[in-house]
């Protein structure tokens, strides 16, 4: 599972706009953004890079001016993190994943009316909730709110919920497949609308949707024990660690 992952992390990467290698890791860039959460690098599951492949990877980060930022799921190339480590990379999270297989998936009973966005409304209102369910972490954008219609035209989904006055009150998003396997992530909801199901709700209809796409597996990360629970609820179980190293030198 931690190769397929990460296999699926290089795959996801080489979509991006300016995707390119360097030694044996993939680097995602998108000239739309600076973000350093959209642009950062992945290995390829077994690599095992030299300390000049190392700093070509960071010259090619600087040259952009962007912050040098990998995430990688360590177990499929062990010999990654020494490589980094030597380099001055210090560690910015450690997260567990979940894994979601059609046998695992428990749909809520009840649930919250999951919707599909349609027009560009739509997709600036769920940019602009999530942003605000993230406290803030990024500001929404013409460009967010476009990334997310990306994501849907694309072969990817992304859900939520419809609050009382029309706006967003939750949702998520959920990448395209590749090697069998596809990412769920910025699963939101506003403050007022917590504790109506709606993060299940969004959760389930992504993973029902993709498997009825050939996915094998959906996976997530998860940012404390109340969402992890939610996720288990819906069907995901343990997977693996995924790493996340940026070098501020």
Same mark, same amino acid.
């Given at each position: ?23 044996? /890791? ?16 992945? =290995? ?8 000049? !492949? ?13 912050? =040098? ?8 190339? =062990? ?9 001055? /990379? ?36 769920? !940019? ?48 395209? =497949? ?72």
């Amino acid at each position: 599972m931690h190769t397929d992952v990460q296999s699926f992390a290089v795959a996801h990467l080489l979509r991006r706009p300016a995707a390119h290698r360097v030694g044996g /890791f993939v680097v995602g860039f998108d000239p739309a953004t600076t973000s350093p959460y959209v642009n950062y690098a992945t =290995p390829v599951p077994g690599a095992g890079p030299t300390d000049a !492949d190392v700093a070509d990877l960071i010259a090619a980060f600087r040259t952009r001016g962007l912050l =040098p930022r990998l995430e990688f799921a360590p177990d499929a190339a =062990p010999a990654v993190e020494p490589a980094l480590r030597r380099a001055g /990379f210090t560690t910015e999270a450690v997260h567990e994943y979940l894994v979601c297989t059609p046998a695992t998936l428990t749909v809520p009973g009840a649930r919250a009316r999951v919707q599909t966005p349609v027009t560009d409304e739509d997709y600036v209102a769920i !940019d602009t909730a999530l942003s605000e369910a993230f406290g803030g972490e990024w500001a929404p954008s013409p460009e967010g709110a476009a990334r997310l219609r990306r994501t849907e035209e694309g072969g990817g989904a992304v859900r939520f919920v419809r609050a009382e006055d029309g706006s967003c009150a939750g949702g998520a998003l959920c990448s395209a =497949p590749a090697e069998g396997t596809a990412e769920l992530a910025g699963v939101g909801t506003l403050p007022g609308h917590r504790g109506r199901g709606i993060a299940a709700a969004v959760t389930a209809a992504l993973a029902e949707t993709l498997f009825a796409r050939g996915a094998r597996t959906v996976w997530l990360e998860y940012s404390g024990a109340g969402s992890r629970r939610v996720y288990e609820r819906v069907g995901f179980r343990p997977g693996g660690t995924r790493m996340y190293l940026r070098h501020e030198g």
